[in-house]
């Protein structure tokens, strides 16, 4: 059947959602179709939680409500082919939809390393699919001995969250030197695997896994150390790559990272044609390097600039790049960063001035629920500008990185945020003589 539509929204995720609600903003006037692969979806950030914190997986369902309010039609398909010059996206069902503007929001695939035995039963890649997930849910709670593999944000979460289980065993396995590497340095590495550890969580870092062992469902896990460990359940928490098999096909380039090239405002080569979220290429803020940044945050701050752009650029793109700005919960110990670490920047041959500052998020410390804090500033040695922010303590970690996101998109300098100027309480803030954003700058500014 061909259907007609002047926006095509292909996935149904945070990217695909708000690119369609943001386009009925800009464009009332327009038909917007969402067609989407995976019928009942979850919210990606909120998957490690369906395995304990959450009573019922289904509370992190992704529904369309969104998008009924909206009068945003949507369809449970499958895309498989584009033809450009007609305009004309066919999917799985045979159904054809005449497109004027399309966007792809197509999302990313968990990695699945070439392991011996990783097609073992027992071994789950993450999945963004409800019943998947609830199956997966269903079979840890039974398990002894699990294995979570990657040591990044996903494999660290998973971790924390399925130690909460009653009677299991947990093992996280990283190949790098130190967890959440590619984030943070390692003083602040150090805090969560100080943290997964006090929770029983067994950390083993500088070790791959070479094999996974048993018949037809996985027993044993042989560890590049010549170890092997007994496991029931696997979780493959090493990352994912961007889905661009359809965007190559219709010959729409990509970029260095394998992600759809896209310019300022996620236009890809084809005008007619946008590209938002983990299937779009990414830029660094600082280098203009590709970078591998997949967040639900980064996404829906790419859809909304498409969804605005579609048939006139309407708002103007100021953030020419991601700063890759994450945050995690661990055990009671919030850590988040934004830009480029000491070690990252130190690496691209940055000249750089490194602020630390250690505080309370209360004042005075003896308040209730007071929790340390620990800031560390990057900034150009020479120009002063803020290059990039780590913070570990409580909950407050949370805003205070979004306050360094913004001084890094502004490019406020050290001297801008030695002076800044802050609202503080006693059971809000930490006090206005030990603010850590002046801290850190301060201590920067005493090392130049």
Avoid at 173 to 196: C, G, I, Q, R, Y
Avoid at 255 to 271: A, L, P, Q
Avoid at 380 to 389: C, D, L
Wanted: with cysteine; charged share 25%; glycine share 8%.
């Amino acid at each position: 059947m061909r259907k007609e539509t002047d926006v095509l929204v292909l996935g149904g995720g945070p990217a695909g959602i708000i690119s369609a609600v943001t386009a009925r903003k800009y464009y009332p006037n327009k038909k917007i179709v969402v067609i989407k692969s995976i019928e009942k979806g979850v919210v990606p950030c909120g998957i490690p939680y369906m395995f304990s914190t959450l009573k019922n997986p289904e509370e992190n369902k992704l529904g369309n409500a969104a998008l009924e309010k909206n009068n945003v039609e949507v369809f449970v398909d499958e895309a498989v082919k584009i033809e450009r010059k007609d305009r004309v996206v066919t999917t799985k069902k045979k159904d054809t939809y005449h497109y004027e503007k399309l966007i792809l929001a197509v999302g990313s695939d968990p990695i699945v390393p070439p392991i011996p035995g990783i097609d073992k039963k027992g071994i789950y890649p993450v999945y963004k699919e409800m019943d998947y997930l609830k199956n997966a849910v269903e079979t840890f709670k039974k398990a002894k001995n699990i294995l979570v593999l990657g040591g990044g944000f996903i494999g660290i979460e998973f971790a924390d969250e399925l130690a909460k289980l009653d009677g299991v065993n947990v093992c996280l396995a990283e190949m790098l030197p130190d967890l959440l590497n590619n984030s943070f340095d390692s003083e602040f590495s150090e805090l969560v695997e100080e943290k997964l550890k006090a929770n029983g969580v067994k950390v083993l870092t500088n070790v791959k896994v070479e094999g996974f062992l048993g018949n037809d469902a996985v027993e044993k896990v042989k560890l590049s150390n010549g170890s092997e460990i007994a496991v029931d359940c696997v979780v493959l928490g090493i990352g994912a790559f961007p889905n661009t098999k359809i965007a190559n096909e219709a010959d729409l380039r990509l970029g260095m990272g394998k992600g759809i090239w896209v310019d300022e405002y996620m236009r890809t080569v084809d005008s007619n044609i946008f590209a938002v979220g983990d299937c779009a290429g990414k830029r660094d803020f600082f280098t203009r390097k590709d970078a591998p940044v997949m967040l639900a945050s980064t996404a829906t701050a790419e859809a909304r600039i498409a969804g605005s752009n579609l048939y006139q650029l309407k708002v103007v793109r100021e953030i020419k790049g991601t700063i890759a700005i994450y945050s995690t919960y661990i055990n009671d110990l919030a850590l988040a960063s934004a830009g480029l670490t000491e070690n990252n920047a130190r690496k691209e041959g940055f000249e750089i001035v490194v602020g630390m500052a250690n505080s309370v998020d209360k004042h005075p410390a003896t308040m209730p629920d007071a929790s340390k804090l620990k800031v560390k500033l990057i900034f150009s040695r020479q120009s002063g500008i803020i290059m990039g922010g780590q913070v570990a303590g409580g909950i407050s970690c949370g805003e205070i990185i979004n306050i360094i996101g913004i001084a890094i998109q502004k490019r406020i300098s050290l001297t801008e945020l030695e002076t800044l100027q802050m609202a503080t309480h006693p059971c809000l803030t930490s006090a206005p003589t030990m603010y850590p954003l002046v801290l850190a700058a301060q201590d920067a500014t005493s090392k130049i």
